[in-house]
């Protein structure tokens, strides 16, 4: 930032008053101009698309008879009718609550992972094996632990047998959950290893020199010291996760034809999905999925705000 | 449903996908009598299909017909497609002259109005090349013609003749004797079963209670009834969910990784499915070929001769084609034209629904080659379809179908499946009520 105000002063400073003049003139126009590409882009296919899915979930079809005649459908305002509908949809509800224990499972066991990534032996390989499912689509994780999972094709089942112990089905309504979170965090731990990786790094050696010096524990240094330095890349990795939880579903979905267990409603993105896609009915998808939306707005910035002061306290001063 | 099972799963299942929903038809609505092409003028028609081999189908009709050029462009399967059309339909553009439809969707689709009715431009004697059950699919019942049926799927049961012989059973004539073997098969060996009770095929349940009598929909007047909620499929599903709960049927789906291991390493010797299973056994259990026979599927009633369908499509004209005279031309012969059907069961391997094309099948299926008479048993089998009405929410009840039998396949116990029909009936009369539709409760 100095530097680039330095030169800004520098560059201004030195060229001729009618420049800076016309510079001023043109500052009208000038970002709107450099902007509208961008805008219009988002415009496009942001805005436009949100506005049309809002527009949607007030709208609803009605049929008349047996619908099989011309003009037998036509399209209605709804009101708030497919809201009401879809929050008092018990398999929503359900839904919800799944994601949510999905998501108590899966972020603090993250979490929890990341913090102790730097003591791990043989840091390159395992950094490299930690981060790599993080390249792989989670359509062909899911698969690669169906096959995993299922007991007449699992090698793990095939081993337990062989040592005479019988493998829990990890596809049973019990522990699916922990099956679709063991995809989840396979997959999204790398990703968050490098962020607060990171974080660790930039921490000065001699805090922990410092520490050591003054009687500290490994386990007191990690808590008072790698915590509340890498806080901010918590917080980031810690939303992240929330919202990967809100939106799971390629995990569940890509299972779901592997087992009885899985629900065509099991995560709430999987009933919009059903619903606009199975159903054919786009409008209670469209006000299912403005439900998510700002729920996840809700979260997301409910929980920034309880934790801003303490995260960006250095930021702001 | 099958766009999720074809990312899940194999090749195998992608087969079974194409097998079990391979035809469209075409319509054009009465009311508007469409105009033919000028002479000499050049049409182009497109055609979404997933069945294999429709592109050298389409070569041969254009290689003969100069005028109507059909081109195929492959489509991902059923569902897929019928989501890309209703799309277009809303549209107003973008929707094909000619579609590939499976049976259960023709009242989806009609009630879109995507679908032109054919009444008019087909060639009067079309009917007679169907038997009246598959017939009455593409009409729904009325003046109407929305489809021509292309291939069909009559059910049958296949098992394995080795281990049949081995542990000295005879194929089950009646549900009651298949019960008995399961026992049998299950007892001579505590991992191996006679078959499995599928949550996620929904139509494999339809088909079944199909030929217990059961219609799911019906027309009555100027409304729909539901029927799911009837003593024929209540006894099918209480019959299924008793051989579940004692154990000696499996209660895993079809089409998973695990299931084609087991047909393979004969933990599955038997398999209640249609006249394409040959192909999807030849894909997921290839290391036992000419291990397996077909026999017609296990009666109600000793010595009958009832069965469902299970998969099977027809093809379809949509409303938006500015040819229809000329794509109901090419959707006949395709369907009831001796070439067009021959180039059908060569080129797509398809067990056709033109009676004529299905008399001249005679050399068995490669992985069947040794049951010289599969052909003859599979055309008695195919005369006893039993009629069956498909509503125009098929989709919501068979998801339905996916989420309240899974749970019973889990509960393992025959009140829990009955329990799953009651959920059933409620669902779908739920859906048609809230979108409107009159149903006779």
């Known amino acids: 930032m100095t530097v680039a105000t330095t030169s800004v002063t520098t560059s201004a400073a030195t060229s001729a008053t009618p420049a800076r003049r016309r510079g001023r003139r043109a500052g009208g126009a000038a970002p709107y101009v450099y902007l509208a590409p961008a805008m219009t ?95 792989i689509p989670a359509v062909i994780a899911s698969l690669l632990w169906g ?33 679709i979170a063991n995809i989840g965090l396979w997959g999204g731990v790398g990703f968050n290893m490098v962020v607060i990786f990171t974080a660790l790094k930039a921490i000065p050696r001699e805090l922990y020199e410092a520490a050591r010096l003054d009687g500290c524990s490994e386990a007191a240094i990690a808590w008072r010291i790698k915590v509340p330095l890498v806080t901010p890349s918590l917080i980031l990795t810690f939303l992240f996760s929330m919202i990967a939880t809100l939106q799971v579903f390629a995990e569940p979905l890509t299972l779901r034809p592997l087992t009885n267990t899985i629900s065509s409603t099991w995560s709430p993105l999987m009933k919009v999905y059903r619903d606009a896609f199975t159903r054919d009915d786009v409008y209670s998808a469209a006000a299912t999925s403005v439900v998510i939306a700002l729920a996840t707005f809700a979260l997301s910035f409910g929980f920034l705000r309880l934790v801003q002061r303490r995260a960006f306290s250095q930021e702001t001063g | 449903m099958r766009v999720t099972r074809l990312l899940a799963i194999s090749a195998a299942a992608a087969t079974a996908c194409t097998l079990a929903a391979c035809s469209s038809g075409s319509s054009s609505d009465g009311s508007t009598v469409p105009a033919a092409a000028k002479p000499g003028e050049k049409v182009d028609l497109t055609f979404w299909t997933w069945a294999p081999g429709m592109d050298t189908v389409a070569a041969q009709w ?49 009630s879109a109005d995507a679908l032109a009715n054919l009444a008019s431009v087909l060639p009067a004697d079309t009917a007679k090349h169907y038997a009246p ?39 089950p004539t009646t549900w ?96 209640v499915s249609a006249i394409w299973a040959p192909g999807v056994l030849k894909g997921n259990a290839g290391s036992t070929a000419g291990k397996w026979a077909m026999a017609p599927l296990p009666q109600w009633t000793a010595g009958g001769d009832a069965t469902g369908a299970w998969g099977g499509s027809a093809t379809s004209v949509t409303t938006q084609s500015k040819h229809p005279v000329e794509a109901a031309k090419f959707v006949s012969w395709m369907n009831s034209d001796p070439a067009g059907v021959a180039a059908l069961v060569k080129e797509g391997g398809l067990y056709p629904a033109d009676l004529p094309g299905q008399a001249a099948l005679t050399t068995p ?72 539709f009159t149903v006779t409760k």
């Open chain 2, 133 to 171: 059950g598959t017939w009455q699919g593409v009409t729904l019942g009325s003046d109407a013609v929305y489809d021509v049926p292309q291939d069909s799927g009559p059910m049958e049961f296949y098992y394995r003749k080795d281990v049949f012989a081995k542990l000295g059973l005879t194929p």
């Open chain 1, 41 to 135: 882009l988002v415009v496009l296919f942001l805005g436009l698309p949100i506005g049309y899915a809002v527009y949607l979930s007030f709208r609803a079809v009605r049929v008349s008879g047996l619908g099989l005649s011309r003009n037998a459908r036509q399209e209605v305002w709804a009101g708030f009718g497919n809201y009401v509908r879809s929050l008092s949809d018990p398999d929503f509800l359900s839904s919800v609550g799944r994601v949510g224990l999905y998501g108590l499972l899966l972020v603090p066991t993250m979490l929890a992972l990341l913090l102790d990534s730097e003591r791990a032996r043989a840091r390159g390989f395992a950094r490299l094996a930690i981060f790599l499912p993080y390249a």
């Open chain 1, 147 to 179: 096959f995993l999972y299922l007991p007449g094709v699992s090698p793990g089942a095939f081993l337990a047998e062989r040592l005479g112990v019988t493998p829990p089905d990890v596809l049973s309504s019990g522990l699916v959950l922990f099956a």
């Open chain 2, 176 to 271: 009651e004797e298949y019960a008995t073997v399961a026992k049998k098969v299950h007892a001579a060996s505590p991992k191996t079963y006679l078959g499995t009770f599928s949550a996620t095929d929904a139509g494999w349940f339809a088909g079944l209670t199909q030929q217990a009598g059961a219609s799911w929909w019906g027309v009555d007047g100027q409304s729909w009834k539901v029927g799911i909620d009837s003593p024929a499929v209540r006894k099918v599903a209480s019959y299924w969910g008793g051989l579940v709960e004692q154990g000696v049927i499996d209660n895993t789906p079809m089409y998973t990784p695990a299931w084609n291991a087991a047909l393979n390493n004969g933990t599955q010797v038997g398999w």
């Open chain 2, 365 to 436: 299926p490669a992985f069947f080659s040794s049951q010289k008479d599969f052909y003859q048993v599979a055309a008695k089998v195919a005369a006893g379809v039993q009629p069956f009405t498909y509503g125009p929410n098929v989709n919501v009840v068979y998801s339905s179908y996916n989420d309240e039998f899974g749970k019973a396949t889990q509960a393992k116990t025959a009140s829990a499946f009955d329990a799953a029909i009651t959920a059933m009936q409620a669902t779908t009369v739920g859906d048609l009520t809230k979108s409107g």
């Open chain 2, 62 to 110: 254009n290689s003969t017909h100069p005028d109507i050029h059909v081109t195929v462009n492959k489509q991902d399967g059923g569902d897929p497609a019928v989501t890309k059309l209703l799309t277009a339909i809303k549209a107003g553009s973008g929707a094909p002259d000619l579609m590939q439809t499976e049976y259960q969707k023709i009242p989806t689709l009609v």
